[in-house]
């Protein structure tokens, strides 16, 4: 199924663009890294604060997804309109089986997010559709979370800035994205999609986002 036939179909108010958390209201949000600070007293990378990181995504990631789950992989990256598209680390290194990446769909987009020079930028934005299990799935949450680093893997910095790669999984209805190495939305169709996972992670939640987590989940 393509992208916006899925999205027009489950959630049709919601845009694939950073804040989905913002566009649902059957949601979550996890605050990532314990309040590790992500540099040293010395200035270097906290590789505790990242390995604090990784192991929350993944636990959250299993719980939300299962190998035999079918997965639309959706990247956005964001350049200057006419700009060759640049190559993207996200669909060949991540794939098991590479023949898959002639299925891969694109479609360009108006630039979603506002600026004075708007019409100078635009969005393109690419699909595939596999199994959860056709995925090297530890590339692409590490790719997610080093964002702002200077780590591998990447999925890529020649762009006006950093791609944005979404998990929506067709089999549960829902929608999974990691914004950087801070924090974690998803969204689902129906609330008990989400209702163990939240109570089972309570403490990866901040206390502002609470009330109205609750709300959306019926708690």
Same mark, same amino acid.
């Given at each position: 199924?393509?992208? %916006?036939? +899925? &999205? @027009?179909?489950?959630?049709? #108010?919601?845009?694939?663009?950073?804040?989905?958390?913002?566009?649902? $209201?059957? !949601?979550?949000?996890?605050?990532?890294?314990?309040?590790?600070?992500?540099?040293?007293?010395?200035?270097?990378?906290?590789?505790?604060?990242?390995?604090?990181?990784?192991?929350?995504v993944h636990t959250i990631f299993k719980a939300l997804f299962d190998k035999d789950d079918d997965?639309?992989?959706?990247? %956005?990256? +964001? &350049? @200057?309109?006419?700009?060759? #598209?640049?190559?993207?680390?996200?669909?060949?290194?991540?794939?098991? $089986?590479? !023949?898959?990446?002639?299925?891969?769909?694109?479609?360009?987009?108006?630039?979603?997010?506002?600026?004075?020079?708007?019409?100078?930028?635009?969005?393109?934005?690419?699909?595939?559709?596999?199994?959860?299990?056709?995925?090297?799935?530890?590339?692409?949450?590490?790719?997610?979370?080093?964002?702002?680093?200077? &780590?591998?893997?990447?999925?890529? #910095?020649?762009?006006?800035?950093?791609?944005?790669?979404?998990?929506?999984?067709?089999?549960?209805?829902?929608?999974?994205?990691?914004?950087?190495?801070?924090?974690?939305?998803?969204?689902?169709?129906?609330?008990?999609?989400?209702?163990?996972?939240?109570?089972?992670?309570?403490?990866?939640?901040?206390?502002?986002?609470?009330?109205?987590?609750?709300?959306?989940?019926?708690?």
């Amino acid at each position: 199924m393509k992208i %916006n036939t +899925y &999205l @027009e179909q489950n959630s049709p #108010t919601v845009q694939l663009i950073p804040s989905i958390y913002h566009q649902w $209201d059957k !949601r979550t949000h996890f605050s990532l890294g314990e309040e590790i600070y992500q540099f040293t007293e010395n200035d270097q990378l906290n590789l505790e604060r990242f390995n604090t990181v990784y192991k929350q995504v993944h636990t959250i990631f299993k719980a939300l997804f299962d190998k035999d789950d079918d997965l639309i992989l959706v990247t %956005n990256i +964001y &350049l @200057e309109v006419g700009q060759q #598209t640049q190559k993207i680390k996200v669909y060949a290194p991540n794939l098991k $089986d590479q !023949r898959q990446l002639k299925h891969l769909q694109v479609k360009t987009y108006p630039y979603p997010f506002e600026t004075d020079k708007q019409e100078l930028f635009e969005m393109q934005q690419f699909s595939l559709c596999c199994k959860v299990q056709d995925l090297k799935i530890e590339g692409l949450l590490k790719g997610a979370i080093h964002e702002d680093f200077p &780590l591998k893997p990447k999925f890529g #910095t020649d762009f006006v800035h950093y791609p944005d790669v979404f998990f929506v999984n067709q089999t549960k209805d829902i929608i999974f994205f990691i914004y950087d190495d801070r924090g974690c939305e998803v969204i689902a169709r129906k609330p008990e999609r989400l209702r163990t996972l939240y109570e089972t992670h309570y403490e990866w939640v901040a206390d502002y986002d609470r009330a109205e987590i609750e709300k959306g989940l019926a708690l």
